[in-house]
């Protein structure tokens, strides 16, 4: 089992930054996909970030350039520094992780919400 507990989120104005983190404990060994999702009221859950244990990173069209994925393996966290945000990016952010069994995980999330 994987625990994921996220913190960073809050009420931003339109403009400003955050920085979400998921720190992960239990079984972590194994773990190659860290992800952010997004869900907010009355729509469909959104990939919003993911990075891989060797680094590579994607990121949804809407976010590019404004969030930034990364995580420190020491520390088994995973960050998303969100920059410029809009109201559109209100939602709650969950975090994700796929180890090498195909085991997924979830986190509570977080509530994220940009003010105009």
């Known amino acids: 089992q994987v625990q994921l507990v996220e913190s960073g989120g809050g009420l931003v104005q339109a403009g400003g930054s955050l920085r979400l983190s998921c720190a992960a404990s239990?079984?972590?060994?194994?773990?190659?996909?860290w992800a952010w999702y997004r869900q907010a009221p009355g729509k469909q859950r959104e990939l919003v970030a993911r990075?891989?244990?060797?680094?590579?990173?994607n990121y949804a069209d809407s976010v590019k350039g404004r969030f930034t994925i990364s995580r420190d393996n020491a520390k088994n966290t995973v960050y998303l520094q969100m920059n410029s945000l809009k109201p559109e990016d209100t939602a709650v952010y969950c975090c994700?992780?796929?180890?090498?069994?195909?085991?997924?995980?979830w986190g509570q999330g977080t509530q994220v919400t940009v003010s105009s």
């Open positions: 239990g079984s972590t060994f194994g773990i190659n996909v």
């Open positions: 994700y992780v796929n180890n090498a069994w195909a085991r997924s995980y």
């Open positions: 990075i891989t244990s060797g680094g590579s990173t």
